[in-house]
């Protein structure tokens, strides 16, 4: 049986502590085979060295039960400490992980999971990734550091790859050491190779899926990369066919044959499944014909000497300006004349207006001249338009109330009832009583 190179470097903890290798699948499950997963799971450790291998899916888990050593006990003596603990990564001296590198932590009481798959250009650059768990009861911190080797694989990359959907799984569920098991098992069972490995995993939500909704236990899904040394199955080349195809442009489930050995476990999309065949795929680098967009190569680039030639810019300042200048001059000449020179003259006017509206112009003209005249000497009498001329209640015609010499500034506009003289008094009724005259 072959070992992944960490077991080889000496961790001790092969199958049950930090690291696990190997992993013997059920006869119920597999069949009677030993599968061999190179997928590596471990939990956190201060400061450890893991060795990945590069295009294998590497998983790392964040247990919340070993920082509760680095903080302090619960305050009450008896009582299982369950304090809230959450999780910040970080590759060193950088705000963030590495792009292939993805965390993941549900709840505060949830274990974190770092996961992903180590790209070939990382071989050989020790990944240096600090983890920091924050105590959310006491606010304190403890950080360690996660050294991560990342190491070339002899077969890497598998030359045949299949991709699954699973809709019945969220990314911390499917990476779990023991479904992730499952599954490969079932792949195994129906693809019958010599050599598979899981080579990434990624959640729906991150290839553009909709949060689902809280309701019916709904899963977000999620997409699994597994690679194999063998030609794909006849039972996974069934969503090809013609038939299949037409019922997942319907929106139909395609009839696969083998569908009956995930349905136990694994909800499986096979309108989604992706099969690469890295052996027939062609460089996709084409040479580079030179036409209308491209220009000719120039050679190298020559920047200009720093002594410049003198240059005389009067000619265009005079050009920039006299233009514009002599425009505006024919355009104020223009509208001169005809603003002073094409005047018709007051004469002109009046001979071509009717007599009537004449008189009745200045009859107007006139009548608002003796008013502003009349505004002007306040010493005046008041006209007779502005007095009472009628007796309220006998209805007699009333004389001016005063006269020439009176002083007409301290007269009100309006007389009342008690200043205008033969004035009648008005019986009035009272509310209890006897009438009075």
Not at 375 to 396: C, D, M, Q, Y
């Amino acid at each position: 049986m072959q070992l992944p190179r960490w077991w080889e470097l000496g961790d001790p903890c092969a199958w049950t502590g930090q690291g696990r290798g190997t992993r013997r699948m059920s006869p119920a499950t597999t069949g009677t085979f030993l599968l061999t997963v190179y997928t590596i799971f471990s939990k956190v450790h201060s400061d450890r060295n893991v060795y990945p291998s590069a295009g294998v899916l590497f998983v790392h888990v964040l247990e919340r039960e070993y920082f509760k050593g680095e903080f302090p006990p619960y305050p009450k003596p008896g009582e299982i400490s369950n304090d809230p603990i959450t999780f910040n990564t970080n590759l060193m001296g950088y705000p963030d992980r590495p792009g292939w590198l993805r965390y993941i932590q549900r709840t505060p009481y949830s274990d974190g999971v770092l996961y992903g798959s180590p790209t070939a250009e990382n071989v050989g650059k020790p990944t240096i990734i600090e983890i920091t768990a924050y105590n959310r009861r006491t606010f304190e911190t403890a950080r360690h550091n996660l050294v991560i080797n990342i190491m070339s694989a002899e077969d890497f990359p598998l030359p045949y790859q299949a991709e699954f959907f699973i809709k019945n799984m969220n990314v911390e569920e499917m990476l779990a050491s023991e479904v992730l098991g499952d599954f490969l098992g079932a792949v195994k069972n129906v693809w019958q190779p010599e050599r598979l490995n899981a080579i990434n995993i990624t959640s729906a939500l991150d290839r553009g899926g909709r949060v689902p909704l809280p309701i019916n236990d709904m899963k977000e899904g999620v997409y699994v990369m597994v690679g194999a040394d063998v030609p794909f199955s006849s039972c996974l080349r069934e969503v090809e066919n013609p038939q299949n195809q037409l019922r997942c442009s319907q929106e139909m489930e395609p009839v696969i044959t083998c569908d009956k050995k995930f349905r136990t476990q694994f909800y499986i999309d096979w309108c989604k499944i992706s099969l690469v065949d890295k052996t027939k795929q062609v460089s996709t680098y084409q040479e580079v014909i030179r036409g209308e967009g491209i220009l000719p190569d120039g050679g190298e680039y020559k920047p200009p000497s720093d002594s410049l030639k003198s240059r005389d810019y009067y000619t265009d300042f005079l050009i920039t300006l006299a233009v514009p200048s002599a425009v505006a001059l024919v355009l104020f000449l223009i509208l001169a004349y005809i603003m002073c020179c094409r005047r018709e003259g007051v004469e002109k006017r009046n001979m071509q207006t009717p007599d009537i509206q004449l008189v009745h112009h200045s009859a107007i003209q006139k009548s608002t001249k003796e008013l502003r005249d009349m505004s002007k000497n306040r010493e005046i009498a008041w006209p007779l338009s502005t007095l009472p001329v009628f007796h309220p209640v006998t209805g007699e015609i009333i004389p001016p109330l005063h006269t020439d010499s009176y002083e007409s500034t301290n007269m009100p506009l309006m007389q009342t009832q008690q200043n205008l003289p033969h004035q009648t008094q008005i019986p009035q009724q009272q509310t209890t009583g006897k009438w009075y005259p």
